[in-house]
């Protein structure tokens, strides 16, 4: 007699399974769910979600977002010699996890990594133990765990001066707390395709140049000068000095991107996916530009509105430079 529970190929069924996390009658192997993305305009206004909290880091006086997507395994380093040794050598460090101490303070190891890591510039989020856990490929992280840059960035007076040379006038991206490194490998992608001169992110409160973003930029993060800098508006200061003439993204600008004038030396800055780009940074901008939209939804990713935006703006500037 045949078994009723065996299927024609011979296989047996899937059988439901719980556990943390699972929801009754969840199968294993069965299609996972990717997780919602908050949709966006063109300036980074949210329709529909929240940004993450941002949680601080004692003594730190920096908000540090959590990120709750991890990096590829390649990207991390785990246990205290290990992440130590790293700072040490100079190599280049996105960010660094450290469990919350259990009583008022650190164990003085992990307070001698955030010690040096501080010295460095590095940034610091404090999560809990068991987040790491979940981080962790090797189980043994002790504590810590450091994301290490897929690719080395640029010092951005070494950008500038690089740009001297060239014949057409320079056209550079300001990135403004990007969240998502699918969308920073795109904007890679969009900045070498179109032929920008380099792109600039903070330090803190944005990706960085993570394995995600390596493969999202399918091979461009290897040809687009990328500067990380403290502080966005004193570098925005400095490259006015230097005769840029800045346009930010803004869902409410009268001006629509079609319609504005991109020669000479120009600045574009796009704003975050959450939050757009911050009062004070438009304060800063000589012209703010929209992307009109007709449909229902009236959102665009990031990506997808500085490459409109970008590529409108190389058509007007090849066809002055052809005259």
């Known amino acids: 007699m045949a078994n009723p529970k065996r299927l024609p190929s011979g296989k047996s069924p899937k059988r439901p399974v719980k556990g943390p996390g699972m929801k009754s009658g969840r199968t294993i192997g069965g299609a996972e769910k990717k997780p919602f993305r908050s949709r966006t305009t063109t300036s980074g206004i949210p329709r529909r979600g929240k940004p993450d909290e941002a949680r601080a880091f004692p003594n730190t006086g920096e908000q540090m977002r959590l990120d709750s997507e991890p990096a590829a395994p390649d990207d991390r380093l785990e246990g205290r010699n290990p992440v130590a040794e790293a700072i040490r050598a100079g190599r280049t460090i996105n960010k660094i996890w450290i469990a919350s ?39 043994i992280h002790q504590g810590v765990i450091a994301q290490i840059a897929s690719h080395d960035y640029t010092d951005l007076d070494d950008m500038i001066d690089a740009l001297s040379g060239k014949e057409r006038p320079p056209f550079l991206l300001i990135l403004e707390s990007l969240k998502d490194s699918y969308n920073l490998g ?13 792109v600039i992110i903070p330090r803190h409160r944005s990706i960085g140049l993570d394995a995600t973003v390596a493969k999202a930029s399918s091979g461009a993060i ?9 502080n966005l508006s004193r570098s925005i200061d400095d490259l006015k000095k230097k005769g840029f003439w800045v346009f930010g993204t803004d869902a409410t600008a009268q001006t629509p991107y079609d319609r504005a004038d991109y020669k000479g030396p120009i600045v574009l800055l796009i704003g975050s996916e959450g939050e757009g780009l911050s009062p004070h940074l438009l304060n800063k901008c000589d012209v703010t530009v929209s992307v009109p939209m007709k449909g229902k939804v009236n959102s665009l990713n990031a990506a997808v509105a500085t490459g409109i935006i970008v590529f409108e703006a190389m058509r007007q500037r090849d066809q002055k430079n052809e005259r």
């Open 101 to 139: 101490p259990e009583g008022s303070k650190l164990d003085p190891t992990l307070g001698r990594i955030v010690a040096s890591a501080r010295a460095k510039g590095i940034p610091i989020v404090e999560v809990p133990r068991n987040a790491l856990d979940k981080m962790s490929a090797t189980n």
């Open 186 to 198: 795109s904007v890679l992608r969009i900045s070498d395709a179109a032929g920008i001169d380099g």
């Open 222 to 230: 290897e040809y687009v000068p990328v500067a990380r800098v403290a």
